[in-house]
């Protein structure tokens, strides 16, 4: 997929996730003699101290190098900003306020990053989710607090109710006058009939992720939950509820099943 991307890419920097532990150095330095341009480092938002050795790899192999605090909402935004001095003193470029679960409000989105740009001399990024039908507002106000990176995704390709459309976004943008050269009808034309096809469904809000949004959860803990629901009688928005209380994060899906025994146990 890498490869195809390289080739195909004409004006476009082609960036890579990792999430350490699950992608290593051996896996980023390969990208890097491909011909990658950036990789996006994403860890816990309380845990950037295990991304020194990403970073300091990426800046080595002449990468630019992105910190990402996933799930920012669930910590204050104090806490982020220390974290994101953390990435800055291992080398990143830009550091990203991530609200993986898509649980934030506008006023959410715009602390985070403003503490971010006070705290570090490197941008400020901000990526969304749309669970709760804000993605594009809460990345306008982060514009507004000082974000100088932002995201998108055509017709919201993306977990849970996907992130901010790309399409509706650069069409806000040039109603602020901020996107003057972007070409809207040619975007909305790309999600329409290339991306929009190549799903059997379409990023709607529905049920499941108005609940992880609402909750707070990753939308990787849905099939979980649905299973254990399942198993013990439950409503698996119960569950997810009751994760989100307790802040759960990703990797501790089996969690999930402690979690429904104990719910099953009080009815």
């Given at each position: 997929m890498l490869a195809e991307a390289l080739r195909t890419a004409k004006r476009a920097k082609i960036a890579v996730l990792l999430v350490p532990g699950i992608g290593t150095t051996k896996e980023l330095l390969r990208a890097a003699g491909m011909g990658l341009h950036i990789v996006r480092i994403a860890v816990h938002c309380t845990e950037a101290d295990i991304s020194q050795q990403h970073f300091e790899a990426a800046k080595k192999a002449g990468l630019e190098a992105v910190g990402f605090l996933m799930m920012a909402h669930s910590q204050p935004p104090a806490v982020l900003a220390e974290q994101a001095k953390l990435m800055e003193s291992y080398g990143a470029d830009c550091v990203y306020v991530v609200d993986s679960a898509g649980a934030m409000l506008p006023h959410d989105a715009a602390a985070r990053v403003a503490a971010l740009c006070e705290a570090i001399s490197i941008p400020v990024g901000f990526h969304a989710h749309n669970n709760l039908g804000v993605a594009v507002g809460n990345t306008l106000a982060t514009l507004e607090a000082g974000a100088s990176q932002i995201d998108g995704t055509l017709r919201s390709l993306g977990a849970g109710a996907g992130n901010a459309p790309t399409e509706v976004l650069v069409a806000a943008l040039k109603k602020l006058g901020l996107a003057p050269d972007y070409d809207l009808f040619r975007l909305a034309d790309l999600a329409e009939e290339v991306v929009a096809p190549l799903r059997p469904s379409?990023?709607?809000?529905?049920?499941?992720?108005?609940?992880?949004?609402?909750?707070?959860?990753?939308?990787?803990?849905?099939?979980?939950?649905?299973?254990?629901?399942?198993?013990?009688?439950?409503?698996?928005r119960e569950i997810l509820i009751e994760m989100g209380q307790r802040q759960a994060i990703a990797g501790q899906e089996d969690w999930l099943l402690d979690v429904a025994v104990e719910l099953a146990q009080k009815k």
């Open positions: 379409q990023m709607i809000i529905d049920r499941d992720s108005l609940v992880l949004g609402y909750a707070g959860v990753y939308s990787s803990f849905l099939l979980h939950a649905r299973h254990a629901a399942e198993k013990f009688g439950l409503d698996p």
